[in-house]
């Protein structure tokens, strides 16, 4: 009887009739084109048919077997790679496809980077060959115990001894220990370790050196080296397939060459000489880290807004009258207030990541002219653009979960291991040089009204006034720490003009394919007015606005999510992604929800045996002595 109605439901092939867009089109929108889609889609299927790739038992396993399953899909998809002779593109989709983080995220995304960006050309060609055979294996070792955001106070020490011509690589104190580099506890072989760079005495700060860790021959830790696993971290599965390490160094030797010295350099004397490239260099690294973290989180929101709005569609609560069936969850603007703003901005995010991998390949290109005029801009857009979206992205996939009820506090809904994995009439609102306008003079004021309280600000502790003491670093500290809250508004603030001016460009592009331009308008308008909705205080405060304007603009997105409603299903569909990387029961192609929890709960290891172990043992006592009891 019960599947007899979920057939009459139809799943969703119904609501894919419902689209007003060309479903195809609007894929190739998503990859950015159609070779990229072609080649994503490829290995997306590569990856889900073969078994060794399977991923659903994966929050069952002990914390020795995830991590063993780890190292054995990490060496298949490397085997799978050279076989198929795949470009370092294709290489890169099938490895994040598999989707089970590895020491290799770190390898090809921070090691090799970070020696092509701050390394010299002798140094390229020693160690980039090793690395791209994966001869070695690297990590990225800069965080410490004792810090993390604060590069300039890391503790390990790089001093160089010119009667060996080598540096002295040591951890002076406990919180000097490296803590956190993926790849580090149990897997790599070097690291690329930030450290104090210090010459007859003299400290130049944090520079980068290569070394290596472990044996080529039998893999343990070099002399002087201690190394191993920081232990369990949030969730079940999730990132505990990672091998995030400790390290500390007892006056470990290393050759002067081992220096990454693009920026600047030791000379065999022990005198530390800057190089005509700018220091600020080493950011075109983290440039090219940060915009790949953008593009992952719009890959993460993808996924849960695609679980919570399929799933959504085949929930059904209350409504029922004279036996029909009851109302589809997602049909209440309550369920599509919290859905489709999400649903926008994974959009949003992933036309801003298109953005940023242009800004990369453009900064780049000028880096190797010697012009660095942009690196400056790019470093903060990118550092503020991760810091948003990484932290929309985790409340995001946290308010997919609970628009998924109770089924999504299962671990095979697919959300509480992407979230541990990866902890916005008069007047036409739906006009993009009207919604642009706004945001700009929001960023503008609020900039404005911060810089006049920097020109007014005094210290407490004698009552001087800011611009005496402006050359001081202990008040511009001290000035900082005061002001961080409205610097914090003010960088979203401006970081969300990115966001939305960014999707404006997009939909002046010329976008073919029937009804997917106007699609991409509506969601680019719900992102837009759904950030003015969330922040209207700041818009009304600072004149951009009228309360009156604010409320019709709020009219203006219920309407919206009428529009989105009919091609929400279809909207999530043009993420192409398989059921194998949703990973999620809730979120299944098919839409046959119910048959699959069902099927899932006879799967674990619990339900092994009718009668648990433990009966005989615990609860026989308890039910006899009951029994006992209640005949007294």
Known sequence: MEEKRMEALGYHAEERRKAEFNLEEMKIVWAGSRRIYEISDRMARLVASDPVFRKDNRTQLTRKDLFKDTLRKAAHAWNRIIELRLSEEEANMLRSYVDQPAFTDLHWGMFIPAIKGQGTIEQHEKWLPMAYKMQIIGCYAQTELGHGSNVQGLETTATFDPQTDEFDIHSPTLTSSKWWPGGLGKVSTHAVVYARLITDGQDHGVHGFIVQLRSLDDHLPLPGITVGDIGMKYGSGAYNSMDNGLLRFDHVRIPRNQMLMRVSQVTREGKFVQSDVPRQLVYGTMVYVRQTIVSDASRALARAVCIATRYSAVRRQFGSQNGAP????????????????????????RFVGEWLKWLYTDVTQRLQANDFSTLPEAHACTAGLKSMTTSVTADGIEECRKLCGGH??????GLPELFAVFLPTSQDWLKPSVILEAFEARAVRMSIACSKRVGNFSNPEDGKS?????????????????????LLLVATAHCQLIVVSKFIE?????IPGKGVKRQLEILCNVYALNLLHKYL???????????KQGALAN???????????????????????TDHYLGSVLGCYDGNVYQKLYQEAWKDPLNETVVPDGYLEYIQPILKQHIRTARL
């Open 326 to 349: 009851e109302t589809q969850v997602i049909d209440y603007k309550t369920q599509q207030s919290r859905l489709f703003p999400l649903l926008a901005s994974a959009y949003a995010f």
């Open 408 to 413: 999504g506090y299962l671990a095979n809904s």
């Open 466 to 486: 800011f611009i005496p003491r402006l050359r001081e670093l202990s008040f511009l500290y001290y000035l900082f720490a005061e002001l961080s809250p409205d």
């Open 506 to 510: 997009k939909l002046q592009q010329d």
């Open 537 to 547: 205080g700041d818009f009304v405060s600072t004149g951009c606005i009228t309360p």
């Open 555 to 577: 009219e203006q997105l219920r309407l919206l999510y009428s529009q989105v409603r009919p091609n929400a299903i279809a909207l999530v569909d043009a993420f192409s992604y």
